[in-house]
C-alpha cells in the first residue's frame, strides 16, 4: 500500500503519504472482516482525509474532490500518477557516511523511506517488483551494516538496483516479443507447455485455463505503451496466480507449487516464472481411453471448442511428459492436422477413430 500511495502521489512527502498509506491499510482491514455499512463509513473518511490534504498530496486531486462523496473513491483510483522528479539513483540511501547508523536506529522506518522514494521514483516498475528491491536492499544492508568497511560494501547498491530493472525489462521485452511473434494461439500453447512442466499434477481444465488467462493478460498488457507493461501485467499476473493458490491452499499440487504460494507476497509471480520443471513427476500408464478424441471437439463455441481441444493436449501430456521441443511441436502440428481434418468431415467420430493414430506415433525419447 505504501509503494501504491507513493506512486499515486509522487511529489508529495513521506509523512503525507505514510498517513494515507496507514489508513488505507486499517480501512481494509475492518473491511475484510465483513462489515459492508462500517467499511463504506471508513471509505468516505479516508476519501475525506485525502481532499483535506490534498494541496500536500497532489495538484491533481482538486477535480476528484469537488464531486460528490459517491463519486469521489472511483475517481481518486483512476486518477493519473504524479510523476516524481527525485533522481533514480538514490544515492543517499547508500553513499551517505550515516547509512548504517540511520538504518540500525529504525530499521523498518528507514527501509519505508527507502520503499517510498524508489516507488515514486520508478513508476514504470509494479508494486510487488518496488518490494523486491526493497527486500533485496534491506539483504545488502543487513550484510554490509555488520561488515567492517560498510561504505565499501554498499557500493553494491547501485549494482542491485540496476540488475532488478534489468530483470523486469528483460522479461518484458521476451513476453511481449513472443506473443507478436507465435501470436495468440502459438503463445498460449507455449504457456500451457510451460506451465504444464511446472505443476503436472494440474487438471487440464485449470491448467488450460490458467494458461488462457495468462495469454490474455500479456495481450492486453502488451497492447498498452512500453513503460506500463510490466506494472500491468505483474499486477493482473499476481491476482491470477493469487485466486489459484488459495483454491490449491489445502492440498498444493506440489511441493515447488507450495513455496511459491506460501514464502513470499514480493516473489511470488518471480517465483513461478523461475520455476524449472518439477522433476518428482510419475506419469501414469498410457490410456488411450484419455485423449477424447470425439465429435464434441468441433461442437459449441470457438472457446469452448479450443479448450476442449487443448484439455485432449494436456492429457496427452500427463502420459507423455518426457517431449522434448522438436517433439512437442510435432504433436502440435497432428493434433492440428486431426482437428482440421475431422470437424470438416461428413462423419467426425469416423474421422477421429481413424486418425488418432498419427498422434500416438509420436514418439516422445
Known sequence: TLVQVSQKFGKAGFEDVKKVT?????????????????????????????????DKLSSKLADCCAKSI????????????????LSKELKNYYEDERVCENYKKDKLLFLAHFTHDYARSHQESS????????????????????SENHAECLKQAPILLEAALKEIEEL?????????????????I??????????????????????????????YCCGLAENKQQTCAEEKLDILLG?????EKHTFVNDNVRHCCVDSYANRRKCFTDLQRYPNYVAPAWDESKLHFNEDLCKGSEDDQI?????????????????GPEKLKEVVEAFR?????????????????????????????
Open 22 to 54: 496507514e489508513e488505507i491499510v486499517h480501512l481494509n482491514e475492518d473491511c475484510c472482516k465483513g462489515d459492508a455499512v462500517e467499511c463504506m463509513m471508513e471509505r468516505m473518511e479516508a476519501t475525506d482525509h485525502i481532499c483535506e490534504a490534498k
Open 70 to 85: 459517491l463519486e469521489r473513491t472511483p475517481c481518486l483510483l483512476a486518477l493519473p500518477n504524479d510523476e516524481s522528479d
Open 127 to 146: 508494486p510487488q517488483s518496488c518490494l523486491r528491491v526493497s527486500k533485496g536492499f534491506e539483504g545488502l544492508l543487513e550484510k554490509c551494516c555488520a
Open 172 to 188: 518484458r521485452k521476451q513476453n511481449c516479443g513472443a506473443l507478436q511473434l507465435l501470436g495468440f494461439r502459438d503463445y498460449n
Open 190 to 219: 507455449q504457456l500451457l507447455f510451460r506451465y504444464f512442466f511446472k505443476m503436472p499434477q494440474v487438471t487440464a481444465p485449470t491448467l488450460v485455463e490458467l494458461a488462457g488467462r495468462m495469454t490474455k493478460v500479456a495481450v
Open 243 to 247: 485466486e489459484m493458490c488459495e483454491k
Open 307 to 323: 479448450k476442449k481441444k487443448l484439455e485432449v493436449l494436456v492429457e496427452y501430456m500427463k502420459m507423455k511428459p518426457d517431449c
Open 337 to 365: 492436422k486431426i482437428d482440421i481434418k475431422c470437424c470438416a468431415a461428413e462423419d467426425h467420430q469416423k474421422c477421429f477413430d481413424d486418425e488418432v493414430c498419427n498422434v500416438t506415433a509420436v514418439q516422445c525419447v
